[in-house]
């Protein structure tokens, strides 16, 4: 049996930065002790490994970086050195509306995009402590330091609230003096390897138009040296160098996110910050030795930090040495590394010769470089799953692929295709077709990838991005780009995709701080709207309108899943049917049946639903509306249907599981509040059962509507109407019916 060794050291540095870093409140920043391990024992809790597995084909490998699942010790976030460098040139000031619900007119409450960004950095901002530090630099045609690196006690929040508050739109975009600016605020006094994640946040909705490095911005980046800290890069908006984005954050070693629009801005800005406060190391590198006869290429794409592997001519044999900058690492997030293996020749492969040694190398946000080592022989095939496997490969040929879209400039900025031409579409068929995730559909994490490419809206968006030459010009060139480094970078970085949410499952803190960022951004007070004179509505602010990840009936064909495990279509239900809940057992009281003529509902992969039926996605941990989830509307003729469960005052006993998520039911005794399913009429019971009342329950429990009653005064629903009531409107006058809210 070859064995697999694992060694941890840590090199020492300056002893006063040493010092410094052990006097943060951070439990991360503990010295580790060397510890050598064989194949089949344990790694200590709060370290990483690292394992070589050559594939049974011996045409690839995959190189597995495992950091702990969490901290040793139970903590609230990892602590974070923050510095949001924001653009607040002119065109920050426009309006920023609702994205439009299926069939509807966008709602505009007067709030600018920076009013936006202002929330977003106050959420940011809710949820740091006395351990955590932020600075705020904005820029226009100038940068300015509006805040430098402070720890966030109660007093310094006050402060950087109101310098949040303060931004205000200007003129240019300079957004190199706003990045320069931002780093200096982690040179100045030495502040770095203080134990705190470091990252510089940088948002702009437009093109720098002003004093742009001659050289470009890469070559300039790359001429500092070792940067203080990632730099992150969001684009919001379609008027974007997004290819100039990816690659400030490639070098940067951080990640971009595209914000298409205002509803976006809070998933985006969530997920960021959650990654970051779930961090275990910065800065690591793998980096694998290898024969002469062998040659190991990375297949997941360009990018600006790639490195040919190069020859060690002082050392025996003179062996190859291939390195992969993998920035920061996650806790309960893995980082596999496909890479593809070739030979001079079969012969070649001797004992000796198929030796893979790897050494991945990180810091625990202080001076101390720790280091892990493994080595496996390529003659011995792994055993890790096959479906593991075909994971792995498959979202290594689909990085690979979609980099080929935005290829990389001589100045190292990358640049989308002005075009798709027929044989990148060949191309995208031939992936689909081939792509090993097909072999195993019931496998979750290669579904997620077929979903990716080629499912049903809102999924497969990278088909229906580069299908369609309208949405390619518009938002794929910048979409792409931002779904790419998610699948390299294995982040979880929206609500939204089906690849990126399987990233981050397995960290319970990832989770924990993206709930209480979600929770932050939606309960948080609305920001005072700038451009209240622009707006078409005047009620209060739904913060939760601009925080997405993807109303009350569905169609005849939902499948829902009864308490015995079986599933029957939902206008099979019938009073006394036992459904299962996420508080088990209960039984159907009525069931609401309402007829509907091309109405327009939501496809939530392969549910169809009114637009603001609240639905969870994650199991009942959060509700969210499928007008935020799903990008298109679908038009749907026939009969949608609500139902009723018994009575019971526990909100989580009115749901069914339908396609494979949550739906609310109808009095689940949530009847104010910011969760998404309160509701004055809906969510109460006694309310929804006297309406029900008047339409006629009849013997099975079925009740026929014709939409609701609203409230003339407020708009807001109040009753159920009566099919006769319908009876006699043209179809042409008929608006949304049943179970908008």
């Not at 908006?237 to 801005?265: H, Q, T, V």
Request: charged share 20%; hydrophobic share 35%.
């Amino acid at each position: 049996m070859v064995k697999k060794w694992f060694s941890r050291s840590s090199v020492e540095a300056d002893p006063a930065l040493v010092s410094r870093a052990a006097s943060t409140k951070s439990d991360i920043s503990t010295w580790t002790t060397t510890s050598t391990i064989q194949e089949g024992d344990t790694l200590s809790e709060d370290g990483v490994a690292l394992s070589i597995h050559p594939l049974p084909s011996k045409d690839g490998l995959i190189a597995k970086i495992t950091p702990p699942k969490q901290p040793v010790k139970p903590i609230v976030h990892v602590p974070c050195d923050i510095v949001l460098v924001i653009d607040v040139s002119g065109s920050m000031g426009c309006n920023a509306p609702v994205p439009a619900n299926p069939g509807e007119e966008t709602e505009n409450y007067g709030l600018s995009v920076l009013d936006l960004v202002k929330h977003a950095a106050r959420t940011i901002l809710e949820t740091m402590d006395d351990g955590d530090r932020l600075g705020i630099v904005t820029f226009a045609s100038k940068a300015k330091v509006v805040q430098k690196l402070t720890p966030m006690n109660k007093k310094n929040k006050a402060l950087a609230e109101k310098n949040i508050n303060g931004m205000r739109p200007i003129d240019a975009t300079n957004l190199w003096h706003g990045l320069v600016e931002g780093i200096k605020l982690f040179n100045a006094g030495g502040e770095v390897n203080t134990g705190r994640v470091p990252a510089v946040m940088a948002l702009t909705d437009g093109m720098p138009n002003h004093m742009c490095p001659v050289q470009g911005y890469v070559p300039k980046l790359r001429g500092m040296e070792q940067l203080p800290a990632s730099i992150h890069t969001f684009g919001f908006g379609y008027s974007l160098r997004s290819g100039l984005l990816k690659s400030i954050a490639e070098i940067g070693g951080g990640n971009y996110s595209f914000i298409p629009d205002a509803g976006m801005i809070g998933t985006v800005f969530v997920h960021a910050m959650a990654n970051l406060q779930a961090t275990y190391a910065i800065n690591a590198t793998l980096r694998l030795t290898f024969g002469a006869s062998v040659d190991l290429e990375e297949t997941s794409g360009d990018s600006v930090v790639k490195q040919e592997a190069l020859t060690l001519p002082d050392e025996d044999g003179e062996p190859k040495q291939l390195s992969i900058c993998l920035g920061n690492i996650q806790y309960g997030q893995s980082r596999d590394i496909f890479l593809q293996v070739t030979t001079t020749g079969p012969e070649d492969l001797t004992p000796q010769g198929s030796s893979i040694k790897a050494v991945v190398e990180y810091s625990r946000m202080t001076s101390t470089v720790h280091r892990q080592t493994a080595e496996q022989s390529l003659l011995v095939p792994t055993t890790l799953p096959e479906s593991e496997i075909a994971y792995h490969l498959s979202r290594s040929r689909i990085c690979s692929y979609l980099s080929s879209i935005i290829p990389t400039r001589e100045d190292g900025e990358h640049e989308a295709k002005s075009h798709i031409s027929l044989a990148v579409r060949e191309q995208l068929d031939s992936l689909i077709r081939d792509l090993p995730a097909n072999k195993f559909p019931s496998d979750p994490q290669n579904r997620s990838l077929i979903e990716d490419l080629a499912g049903e809206q809102p999924k497969g968006q990278i088909s229906l991005a580069l299908t369609n030459r309208e949405y390619y010009s518009k938002w794929g060139t910048h979409y792409l780009p931002s779904l790419l480094n998610a699948h390299t970078r294995q982040i979880c970085n929206t609500f939204k995709d089906p690849g990126p949410l399987r990233y981050g499952v397995d960290s319970p803190l990832f989770m924990a701080c993206r709930d209480r960022l979600d929770a932050a951004f939606d309960n948080l007070p609305a920001p005072t709207p700038s451009n209240e004179h622009m707006a078409t509505h005047r009620g209060r602010v739904k913060m939760s309108s601009y925080n997405s990840s993807s109303g009350v009936c569905f169609v005849s064909s939902t499948p829902v899943q009864l308490a015995s495990g079986l599933t029957v279509p939902i206008r099979a239900l019938r009073r006394g049917a036992a459904v299962q809940t996420p508080s088990g057992r209960r039984r159907v009281v009525a069931v609401l049946k309402t007829p509907v003529r091309r109405e327009m509902m939501c496809r939530v992969g392969s549910l169809v639903v009114t637009p603001w039926h609240p639905l969870s996605l994650d199991g009942g941990k959060t509700w969210v509306f499928p007008a935020s989830v799903a990008e298109r509307p679908v038009r749907y003729t026939g009969c949608i249907y609500s139902v009723l469960l018994q009575p019971d005052r526990d909100p989580n006993a009115h749901a069914v599981n339908v396609a494979g998520c949550w739906g609310v039911t109808l009095g689940h005794g949530l009847v104010a509040g910011q969760d998404a399913r309160a509701h004055a009429f809906f969510g109460d019971y006694g309310k929804v059962m006297a309406s029900l009342r008047t339409l006629g329950v009849g013997r099975k429990g079925v009740a026929v509507g014709g939409g609701v009653v609203r409230d003339p005064r407020t708009g807001l629903v109040r009753g159920f109407k009566s099919h006769k009531q319908r009876e006699g409107v043209t179809v042409r006058k008929w608006k949304k019916v049943g179970c908008a809210v």
